[in-house]
C-alpha cells in the first residue's frame, strides 16, 4: 500500500475510474486538473466511454509522475456492485501495458454501496492475484509473464488502517486459493496424497503452522489387501494432510496477525491470515 498525493504516486501506470456519464472519481478529478483537462478531454473525445470494464491508456500527463494513467471505465455509478468493482480491477491489470512492472490502483475511491476500504483493499489483492493466475507448471515451454504486472499497488491519499489490515488479508486469502488452484491442477500421478502431506508439512516448517492427520483413515494392509485381490492398492491411497492456524479471539472477534515465517522474513498474512484450516486431501472415486 502506497500513501501518496495522486500526482505524486510512482509506479509504471496509475489506473483511476471514469464512470459512464463521464464524471470522474477523486483521484481522476486530481490528475485532470494537474493536467489542465487531458482526463476530460478523453472522455469529451469518446476516446475513454466510461462503460464498465473499459480501458484507456493515455501517456505522459503533464505534472503526474507516473509515465502513465489507465483509464477504467466503472459503468454507471448507481450501479457499481460488488461484481462491478472486482471487473474493474481485473479489467486494470490486464490492460495496464505489457511493459508495466509496477501498477497503482486507487481503487479506494470506487466506492460500492455497503462495503468500506478493507473490503476494496481485501477484493483488490485476491481479484488481482487471480486475473495473474497461470496454471502451467508442468509445461515445458511456460507462457510469457512479461505482460503483467509484477506488483499492484493500492494507491491512497491518506493513511487507512482498514484498507492496510484488508490489504492483508486479501494477500493471505489470494496466496491460499492460489494453492488449492495449483494442486487441483496438477495431474493424479503428481498430485498424490503423499504429495499432499508434503505441501502440508511444508506449510508447517515454513509458518509454524500445526499439521498432521486429524482422522486417520482406515486403511487395509497389504497382507489384507492382497486377501482382497486388491493389487493396486498403495498405503498412501487414505492418507491426508491438515494444516490449522488459529488467530487470537478478542472481544469475541478473530482477528489476523502477524507473525515471522521460520524460514524468511514475511509476516504471516501474506500468507494465511485468518482462523482457517486447510485440508489437502486427494484419492480419486469411481
Known amino acids: ?33 494537474a493536467s489542465r483537462g487531458a482526463v476530460r478531454a478523453a472522455i469529451k473525445s469518446g476516446d475513454a466511454s466510461g462503460k464498465r470494464g473499459a480501458t484507456l491508456l493515455l501517456r505522459s500527463l503533464a505534472h503526474v509522475s507516473a509515465p502513465r494513467v489507465l483509464l477504467v471505465g466503472l459503468g454507471a455509478a448507481a450501479e457499481f456492485s460488488d461484481k462491478a468493482f472486482a471487473d474493474a480491477v481485473r479489467a486494470a491489470v490486464r490492460n495496464a501495458g505489457n511493459s508495466v512492472r509496477d501498477l497503482a490502483l486507487a481503487a479506494l475511491d470506487w466506492k460500492v454501496k455497503g462495503h468500506d476500504s478493507g473490503w476494496q483493499a481485501r477484493m483488490v489483492a485476491m481479484v488481482a492475484r487471480d486475473a495473474v493466475f497461470r496454471s502451467d507448471e508442468l509445461k515445458s515451454r511456460k507462457e510469457d509473464d512479461a505482460h503483467s504486472p509484477a506488483r499492484v499497488i493500492l494507491a491512497a491519499a491518506q493513511v487507512d488502517g482498514a484498507a492496510a489490515a484488508g490489504l492483508r488479508q486479501g494477500v493471505a ?33 515454513d509458518w509454524g503452522i500445526g499439521s498432521g492427520v486429524p482422522y486417520p483413515p ?49 509476516s504471516l498474512p501474506s500468507f494465511l491470515a485468518t482462523r482457517c484450516v486447510i485440508v489437502l486431501s486427494r484419492r480419486d472415486t469411481v
Open 1 to 33: 500500500m502506497k500513501v501518496s498525493p495522486a500526482v505524486a504516486t510512482k509506479a509504471d501506470c496509475l489506473a483511476v475510474g471514469v464512470y459512464s456519464d463521464g464524471s470522474l472519481t477523486p483521484t481522476a478529478r486530481a490528475l485532470d486538473a
Open 218 to 266: 482406515k486403511v487395509p494392509t497389504a497382507v489384507a489387501a492382497a486377501q482382497s485381490g486388491d493389487s493396486d492398492h498403495n498405503p498412501a491411497d487414505g492418507q491426508m494432510g491438515a494444516t490449522r492456524w488459529n488467530t487470537p479471539s478478542v472481544a469475541g472477534k478473530t482477528w489476523p496477525v502477524d507473525a515471522e515465517p521460520r524460514s524468511r522474513k514475511t
Open 173 to 205: 486469502i489470494a496466496n491460499g486459493m492460489a494453492l488449492t488452484k495449483r494442486l487441483g491442477n496438477l495431474p493424479a500421478n503428481i498430485c498424490t496424497p503423499d504429495y499432499l502431506g508434503q505441501q502440508a508439512r511444508k506449510l508447517q516448517r
